[in-house]
């Protein structure tokens, strides 16, 4: 079977799609394919195809929160009228 990954791997910042994820986690767990020969046949890390398989799902970014400029203007507006100073 001829497997197509959905971009090259030489790209420099490359990272995997879903759809690479999917399909590495098929070959490992429902094909019975070892993780070391998924790495050679796709040319790559063997770190990234047991972290592929490992994943519960699909990567999630979480962005800290953080103060809005117009939060901190109202809380300066709101001091200022307090104290009275201009």
Known sequence: MTVKL?????????VITVEDR???RRLHLVEGE???S????LGISRNMVA?????????TYVR???????????????????????
């Open 34 to 36: 070892s993780m070391r």
């Open 64 to 86: 800290a929160p953080q103060d809005s400029w117009i939060k901190a203007g109202t809380e300066k507006a709101t001091l200022v009228a307090l104290v009275g100073l201009t």
């Open 6 to 14: 959905s971009h090259p791997f030489q790209t420099i910042g490359w």
């Open 51 to 59: 972290k592929a398989v490992s994943a519960e799902g699909p990567p």
């Open 22 to 24: 999917a399909l590495i």
């Open 38 to 41: 998924i790495a050679a046949r």
